[in-house]
């Protein structure tokens, strides 16, 4: 069976489709191969590739619409506080996001880029384990993972701790999949806001619970003492310091 070019040079299928890889193309590929009574397997071919070359369509306009819509989306400002005891009784705090706050910022520009996000969560091994899928309207999808200790010290019922598991989950399985960016309130130019005493005297205390140095910590923060820490970095130092205390706690038990 002959098949034509658009220049009405006899080729076979295969070299046609070399030159027209676009969705469209491939689905008048497919009417022509049926009209022209082609073998089946020909038309399987046609097939696979027309599903490859929308995939892949699919795939760039995706990641074309995320980037517009990151290039868009303000940072995140922390507005919360949140206050956690240690087991060995050091209380420390720290700003984040809300879920609804992150929300209400980005579901205007995702609509308006095509997208929509769901979640599903179980619990296995005394940890909630969520999964935030970001759709497009054309079909792709994108997933982030993020799982979170059920298991807390502080005095909440069993359905409380399953609630403020599955509500952090989703908020950081959101902010991987959306890629987004979350920030402290803006401060006065190049002078951060410092953080407070009170975060201070918490911070010492957790540094000598934890068993590390001071001196090495104020190197590592590149600080001169605890009280000029910049506020906007204090999450991430406390997160440094437990680690730290969690891996020295490990070693001793080996």
Not at 147 to 176: C, I
Request: aromatic share 6%; proline share 5%.
């Amino acid at each position: 069976m002959t098949v034509l070019n658009p220049q009405g040079v006899p080729v076979e299928p295969t070299e046609l489709v070399v030159h027209q890889t676009t969705p469209n193309a491939i689905v008048e590929l497919l009417h022509l191969a049926v009209e022209k009574n082609l073998p089946v397997e020909m038309l399987e071919r046609l097939q696979a590739l027309h599903e490859r070359v929308s995939d892949r369509a699919a795939t760039i306009e995706f990641a074309r619409e995320l980037a517009a819509f990151q290039d868009e989306c303000p940072p995140i400002v922390k507005t919360s506080t949140a206050k956690v005891m240690t087991r060995g009784g050091v209380t420390y705090s720290y700003k984040y996001a809300e879920l609804d706050q992150i929300a209400r910022t980005v579901r205007p520009l995702l609509a308006r880029r095509g997208f929509s996000y769901t979640w599903d969560s179980d619990v296995r091994d005394k940890a909630l384990h969520c999964v935030c899928i970001l759709r497009h309207v054309n079909g792709h999808f994108e997933k982030a993972n993020f799982s979170s200790p059920v298991e807390s010290s502080a005095g909440m019922s069993e359905q409380q701790k399953h609630a403020s598991a599955l509500t952090y989950a989703r908020r950081q399985a959101l902010v991987q999949v959306l890629g987004l960016t979350t920030t402290e309130p803006d401060t006065d130019g190049g002078n951060p806001e410092p953080i407070s005493q009170e975060q201070a005297d918490d911070l010492r205390a957790l540094i000598e619970q934890a068993g590390a140095k001071l001196t090495r910590f104020l190197k590592w923060a590149k600080i001169e003492r605890l009280e000029d820490l910049p506020a906007r970095d204090y999450e991430s130092a406390v997160n440094t310091v437990r680690a730290t205390g969690e891996a020295r706690q490990k070693a001793r038990k080996s």
